[in-house]
């Protein structure tokens, strides 16, 4: 086994690095086993969700892409990674929040007509998008599991909102948020082999963290840290890496491993 030029990008809304080291096993189990590598992500300003989603896939900060609060409302108008994956001929789709349509495929964003596309002239070509932040994460991680068996994407983003909503609703220092780490760990590990099998390199990571009293947006650690978990089938990793990169790695470690041109604006170093 070889991995392929395919990806999936877990993307926990809201997933805090210590919560996820600590309360997620399976992936723990694949750190130990060196069947994956495990960073620590410093992630960008301001720790807000549809600025990071744009930042995760242009690889720039804020003031460089301009999605400056979740108020701002358009598509994306950098390179990214929908965009480089098509245009490089390959298969993009998503299973995310409406943000994510709004963000690459159209705004606003229409309920209906954009909740589910299978149209090869969208950036994100298979969509399944949700608008409630209570949306069940084993409904969003079946539909992710469906893409991979009937469309085989290039790339896949896996966007889970759990943590965010019980983070914002009980705290991060709480059993329900921690409780949750667990629930989408053993959702994942009832996915990860079967993409593994496939060749997908599969990255987990998060937006941004939450504080102990239910918020986001500021500077501090559990607010900023979040955790990578990345997984290259038939390759010996490197388990717990003890190295800190940043969120702007990601997009041309994404693009790398797809085997498409980085675009220029992502200038971070790649992870590989
Ligand atoms: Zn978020």
């Given at each position: 086994m070889t991995p392929a030029n395919k990806v999936v990008l877990v993307l926990s809304d809201g997933l805090r690095y210590d919560v996820a080291v600590q309360n997620m096993g399976f992936l723990g189990h694949l750190i130990e086993s060196r069947l994956a590598s495990l960073y620590q992500v410093t992630g960008e300003l301001p720790t807000m969700s549809r600025p990071m989603y744009e930042t995760v896939h242009t690889g720039l900060p804020v003031m460089a892409h301009g999605i400056y609060s979740n108020q701002v409302v358009r598509r994306s108008n950098q390179s990214n990674i929908f965009q480089a994956t098509v245009d490089a001929g390959k298969t993009t789709a998503a299973a995310a929040y409406w943000w994510f349509s709004e963000l690459y495929n159209r705004a606003p964003y229409d309920p209906i007509n954009d909740r589910e596309v299978d149209d090869p002239?969208?950036?994100?070509?298979?969509?399944?998008?949700?608008?409630?932040?209570?949306?069940?994460?084993?409904?969003l991680f079946s539909s992710a599991g469906l893409l991979v068996r009937r469309f085989q994407p290039d790339y896949l983003l896996v966007h889970p909102m759990g943590m965010d909503h019980l983070g914002e609703t009980y705290g991060a220092d709480s059993y329900e948020y921690r409780k949750n780490a667990i629930r989408q760990d053993v959702l994942l590990a009832n996915l990860i082999p079967e993409w593994m099998a496939l060749g997908y390199n599969i990255l987990v990571t998060g937006d941004h963290g939450i504080s102990s009293d239910r918020m986001h947006g500021g500077t501090t650690p559990d607010m900023r840290m979040v955790p990578l978990f990345f997984i290259q089938p038939g390759i010996t990793c490197e388990g717990d890496t003890g190295k800190t990169i940043s969120h702007l790695q990601l997009a041309p470690t994404v693009c790398k491993l797809l085997d498409v041109p980085i675009p220029e604006t992502m200038a971070a170093p790649t992870i590989i």
């Open positions: 002239s969208l950036l994100i070509q298979h969509g399944r998008f949700y608008m409630q932040d209570d949306f069940p994460d084993i409904e």
